[in-house]
């Protein structure tokens, strides 16, 4: 929205945080996104003046600060958020894009769509209820796509009169839960998205709390170490041959840098071929580059001509991906045709489209315990296990801990065309 | 150890440039909708950076409603020369004079609505299997809800209920025979990302986006230009304005706003202390609360 009084020397210095809502049906995450637009000044009259109608119209009796994110018909009619909403706000410290995300169990996938590519993920509680399955199984997921800040908001504090046990007792609950999972980053802060309270400015009702606002969180927060600077992976999009008079004997490889540092002179090898050569150098469009990294878009140009086309890697020659056919993945399930345990599915992994097979399924995690559960092996919608895959070809991949995009696959129904499932590969 | 460190538009530049290389890897004839406004200037741009140094591999469309600003198709002309680019266009007169679609009547009557079957015909005959479009997701609330690859049935339709997950950066573009898709690389822009980027690269706009002095008449607070395809009601008369435009549009329902504005400088501080969403100038988007989503489900842009 508004990216007001930010200098343009200023602007353009800026970093990007991505972050995303998560929490159950009705906990607030809709209005605590209009309440930090709000706050943070980035909500236009023509906006406001609109949601002031819808709220009169609906007779909520105060503004609804939900109504900025839940943009459909049928959101604003019945209350809920059904797909994600993205809403962008800056502050002089940094550029925000935020993913509103829905609550309600059965829209999980449209939750996994906005958490998949965020830095941080605020997960809401209601005060009054404490934490629900809803609340371990959104946390669990952004931990699985390993989103390493995490930050608990118990919110309505307005409803518990601003208590300080309410807000313990929730801590206490959720620390339980979350020692078992894979965020190395997890603040809470006590709130009330409706008046306000710890979102953008720091309440008064709630002396007992001396930690900082969730804005000053979302400000401060370290991302930048999350991507990976040290293992070198450039998946081919595309073969750039012009053909033209002027670059008559181009050729070039266009694709985003997942993963390391790529320089000139740099020895390469190119998979699945195996060949080696070095880099000759890096482009864009705009000047040639001494060094590439993520997630810059670039041209590499290579010393010799050897065969690479799209879906091929091209990765440092003394640091190599895992090359293999049979591959074990944690598995979101986002459909609601079960998982088909030796079913065939179109596979899409970095550049590559190649088909696989569901070859086991190992276990199905008990969401509320992180239990396996070994006993029904039925995956459906918005479940989670792990499976054995094999693919009817080798795949270059990492540990999806050690890189989010080449660590990542979606399986998709070979006669829908609909992506069915998320996969996180282990080994 | 220094930082690596890219700056929030470079991102947004990067991954802008990522989708629209996988698009044209996985589809057969895709196709750039190009308006001649600030954001189908930077779809082109950005388009250039994709696939340099070769040339841009599909052709740009226009859906010409023929009620645009003369110095925006003018732009338009100038720009495909210089990029070298094939344009097609496709008028809305020729679907009125095919008896596709009638014109609207009354004195709010415009031709917004009437491009979406010339643009789904247009698609369908020339089997374009994904259309590029310059849309951002801050621009609208049903805008806000799409995917950067979103699903289009055999007529063309969207449905935002039932939207496909999009995890990661895999974008899944399988689909069957006469579905399509549309995709929006620069989802993730607001318009100040789009000022700064048009000052950072030094790209050439229409004029009308800078301050000039214009006939204009007030139609319940829509300023709209002196033109043929408006006519001032009873109580309505035009009065010399300095104005500029924030969107481009038709002549019809894309209002000016009082402006001074005459350099990129002065219109990004502009920008930045704006109060109302640039779409607020826009008569069409005003017509219902669901306007947007409405157009959109039936396949408009
Ligand atoms: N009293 C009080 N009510 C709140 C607070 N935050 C949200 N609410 C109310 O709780 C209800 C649900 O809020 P939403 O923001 O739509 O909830 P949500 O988490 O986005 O719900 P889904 O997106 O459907 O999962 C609305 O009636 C809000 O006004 C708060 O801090 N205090
Ligand atoms: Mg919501």
Redesign the pocket.
């Given at each position: 929205m508004s990216d007001n009084h930010i200098s343009s020397e200023k602007y353009l210095n800026m970093d990007l945080m991505r972050f995303t809502t998560a929490?159950?049906?009705?906990?607030?995450?809709?209005?605590?996104i209009g309440r930090l637009l709000y706050d943070s000044k980035a909500i236009f009259q023509d906006q406001m003046e609109a949601i002031e109608k819808t709220s009169e119209k609906m007779g909520d009796g105060y503004v609804?600060l939900?109504l900025l994110t839940?943009g459909l018909r049928a959101e604003r009619e019945q209350?809920?958020?059904i797909d994600v909403a993205y809403r962008y706000f800056a502050t002089p410290k940094r550029k925000f894009i935020i993913a509103d995300t829905?609550?309600?169990i059965q829209y999980t996938r449209n939750m996994v769509t906005g958490a998949s590519t965020a830095n941080l993920a605020i997960v809401?509680v209601d005060a009054r209820h404490g934490v629900v399955e809803q609340t371990n199984r959104h946390a669990f997921i952004a931990s699985l796509l390993q989103i390493k800040h995490l930050v608990l908001c118990v919110?309505?504090m307005?409803?518990v009169d601003y208590t300080q046990e309410a807000f313990n007792k929730i801590v206490d609950d959720f620390e339980t839960f979350s020692h078992k999972l894979d965020i190395p980053d997890i603040h809470y802060i006590p709130?009330?998205?409706?008046?306000g309270d710890n979102v953008v400015t720091k309440s008064e009702k709630m002396p007992w709390y001396d930690g900082s606002t969730l804005l000053y969180v979302l400000e401060n927060v370290h991302i930048a170490s999350d991507m990976n600077y040290v293992d070198c992976r450039f998946p081919v999009q595309r073969v750039i041959r012009p053909q033209s008079d002027e670059h008559h004997d181009f050729r070039g490889y266009a694709g985003r840098i997942e993963g390391g540092v790529f320089k000139p002179g740099d020895e390469i090898m190119a998979l699945p071929s195996g060949f080696t050569t070095t880099i000759e150098s890096i482009r864009t469009m705009d000047q040639e580059l001494a060094e590439a990294f993520p997630p810059m878009s670039v041209v590499m140009t290579l010393n010799d001509e050897i065969d690479i086309s799209r879906g091929d890697m091209i990765v440092r020659t003394n640091n190599q991906p895992h090359v293999n056919q049979d591959i074990d993945l944690m598995v979101c399930w986002l459909n609601d045709k079960p998982l088909n345990l030796r079913g065939k599915y179109t596979l899409k992994h970095t550049t590559q489209d190649l088909r696989c097979i569901v070859k086991d399924i190992r276990y199905k995690v008990n969401i509320n315990t992180l239990h396996r559960i070994e006993d029904d092996l039925q995956l459906g919608l918005n479940d989670i296990g792990r499976i054995s895959i094999r693919t009817t070809k080798p795949l270059f991949y990492d540990n999806y801990r050690r890189n989010r995009t080449t660590g990542s696959v979606i399986l998709v129904d070979e006669f829908t065309n609909e992506t069915v499932g998320a996969g996180m590969i282990l080994t | 150890m220094h930082s690596y460190n890219l700056t929030h538009l470079k991102q947004l530049e990067s991954e802008a440039i990522f989708i629209m290389r996988e698009i044209a890897s996985q589809f057969e004839r895709p196709v750039l909708l190009f308006s001649g406004g600030k954001d189908s200037i930077i779809m082109v741009r950005l388009a250039q950076k994709a696939f340099w140094p070769a040339k841009i591999p599909f052709p740009l469309m226009h859906i010409d409603t023929e009620h645009n600003f003369p110095e925006t198709i003018a732009f338009r002309d100038k720009m495909v020369d210089e990029v070298g680019a094939r344009l097609i266009v496709r008028s809305v007169q020729d679907s009125i004079n095919q008896g596709r679609v009638a014109e609207e009547r009354g004195a709010n009557a415009s031709r917004n609505n009437l491009q979406t079957t010339t643009l789904l015909d247009a698609l369908e005959e020339h089997q374009f299997d994904a259309a590029f479009g310059g849309a951002r997701r801050d621009e609208e609330k049903a805008r806000a809800k799409e995917r950067f690859l979103s699903h289009r049935d055999e007529f063309g339709q969207w449905d935002p209920k039932n939207q496909r997950p999009e995890l990661w950066n895999l974008l899944n573009g399988k689909k069957l025979p006469g579905e399509h898709f549309r995709v929006f690389p620069i989802s993730n822009w607001t318009e100040m990302d789009v000022w700064q980027y048009i000052a950072l690269e030094n790209l050439e706009i229409p004029s009308i986006y800078f301050s000039h002095s214009r006939k204009v008449l007030d139609r319940n607070g829509i300023l709209l230009a002196k033109c043929d395809f408006v006519s001032p009601l009873e109580n309505e008369s035009y009065t010399d304005r300095v104005v500029r435009f924030r969107t481009v549009g038709d002549m019809t329902c894309t209002g000016a706003v009082e402006s001074n504005a005459g350099t990129l400088e002065a219109i990004i501080q502009e920008v930045a202390s704006a109060l109302v969403t640039e779409r607020g100038a826009r008569a069409d988007d005003k017509r219902s609360e669901a306007a947007m989503e409405d157009r959109k489900k039936e396949g408009y842009f």
């Amino acid at each position: 929205m508004s990216d007001n009084h930010i200098s343009s020397e200023k602007y353009l210095n800026m970093d990007l945080m991505r972050f995303t809502t998560a929490g159950s049906v009705d906990d607030g995450k809709s209005t605590l996104i209009g309440r930090l637009l709000y706050d943070s000044k980035a909500i236009f009259q023509d906006q406001m003046e609109a949601i002031e109608k819808t709220s009169e119209k609906m007779g909520d009796g105060y503004v609804n600060l939900a109504l900025l994110t839940d943009g459909l018909r049928a959101e604003r009619e019945q209350g809920i958020t059904i797909d994600v909403a993205y809403r962008y706000f800056a502050t002089p410290k940094r550029k925000f894009i935020i993913a509103d995300t829905p609550g309600h169990i059965q829209y999980t996938r449209n939750m996994v769509t906005g958490a998949s590519t965020a830095n941080l993920a605020i997960v809401l509680v209601d005060a009054r209820h404490g934490v629900v399955e809803q609340t371990n199984r959104h946390a669990f997921i952004a931990s699985l796509l390993q989103i390493k800040h995490l930050v608990l908001c118990v919110n309505k504090m307005d409803l518990v009169d601003y208590t300080q046990e309410a807000f313990n007792k929730i801590v206490d609950d959720f620390e339980t839960f979350s020692h078992k999972l894979d965020i190395p980053d997890i603040h809470y802060i006590p709130i009330s998205a409706l008046k306000g309270d710890n979102v953008v400015t720091k309440s008064e009702k709630m002396p007992w709390y001396d930690g900082s606002t969730l804005l000053y969180v979302l400000e401060n927060v370290h991302i930048a170490s999350d991507m990976n600077y040290v293992d070198c992976r450039f998946p081919v999009q595309r073969v750039i041959r012009p053909q033209s008079d002027e670059h008559h004997d181009f050729r070039g490889y266009a694709g985003r840098i997942e993963g390391g540092v790529f320089k000139p002179g740099d020895e390469i090898m190119a998979l699945p071929s195996g060949f080696t050569t070095t880099i000759e150098s890096i482009r864009t469009m705009d000047q040639e580059l001494a060094e590439a990294f993520p997630p810059m878009s670039v041209v590499m140009t290579l010393n010799d001509e050897i065969d690479i086309s799209r879906g091929d890697m091209i990765v440092r020659t003394n640091n190599q991906p895992h090359v293999n056919q049979d591959i074990d993945l944690m598995v979101c399930w986002l459909n609601d045709k079960p998982l088909n345990l030796r079913g065939k599915y179109t596979l899409k992994h970095t550049t590559q489209d190649l088909r696989c097979i569901v070859k086991d399924i190992r276990y199905k995690v008990n969401i509320n315990t992180l239990h396996r559960i070994e006993d029904d092996l039925q995956l459906g919608l918005n479940d989670i296990g792990r499976i054995s895959i094999r693919t009817t070809k080798p795949l270059f991949y990492d540990n999806y801990r050690r890189n989010r995009t080449t660590g990542s696959v979606i399986l998709v129904d070979e006669f829908t065309n609909e992506t069915v499932g998320a996969g996180m590969i282990l080994t | 150890m220094h930082s690596y460190n890219l700056t929030h538009l470079k991102q947004l530049e990067s991954e802008a440039i990522f989708i629209m290389r996988e698009i044209a890897s996985q589809f057969e004839r895709p196709v750039l909708l190009f308006s001649g406004g600030k954001d189908s200037i930077i779809m082109v741009r950005l388009a250039q950076k994709a696939f340099w140094p070769a040339k841009i591999p599909f052709p740009l469309m226009h859906i010409d409603t023929e009620h645009n600003f003369p110095e925006t198709i003018a732009f338009r002309d100038k720009m495909v020369d210089e990029v070298g680019a094939r344009l097609i266009v496709r008028s809305v007169q020729d679907s009125i004079n095919q008896g596709r679609v009638a014109e609207e009547r009354g004195a709010n009557a415009s031709r917004n609505n009437l491009q979406t079957t010339t643009l789904l015909d247009a698609l369908e005959e020339h089997q374009f299997d994904a259309a590029f479009g310059g849309a951002r997701r801050d621009e609208e609330k049903a805008r806000a809800k799409e995917r950067f690859l979103s699903h289009r049935d055999e007529f063309g339709q969207w449905d935002p209920k039932n939207q496909r997950p999009e995890l990661w950066n895999l974008l899944n573009g399988k689909k069957l025979p006469g579905e399509h898709f549309r995709v929006f690389p620069i989802s993730n822009w607001t318009e100040m990302d789009v000022w700064q980027y048009i000052a950072l690269e030094n790209l050439e706009i229409p004029s009308i986006y800078f301050s000039h002095s214009r006939k204009v008449l007030d139609r319940n607070g829509i300023l709209l230009a002196k033109c043929d395809f408006v006519s001032p009601l009873e109580n309505e008369s035009y009065t010399d304005r300095v104005v500029r435009f924030r969107t481009v549009g038709d002549m019809t329902c894309t209002g000016a706003v009082e402006s001074n504005a005459g350099t990129l400088e002065a219109i990004i501080q502009e920008v930045a202390s704006a109060l109302v969403t640039e779409r607020g100038a826009r008569a069409d988007d005003k017509r219902s609360e669901a306007a947007m989503e409405d157009r959109k489900k039936e396949g408009y842009f």
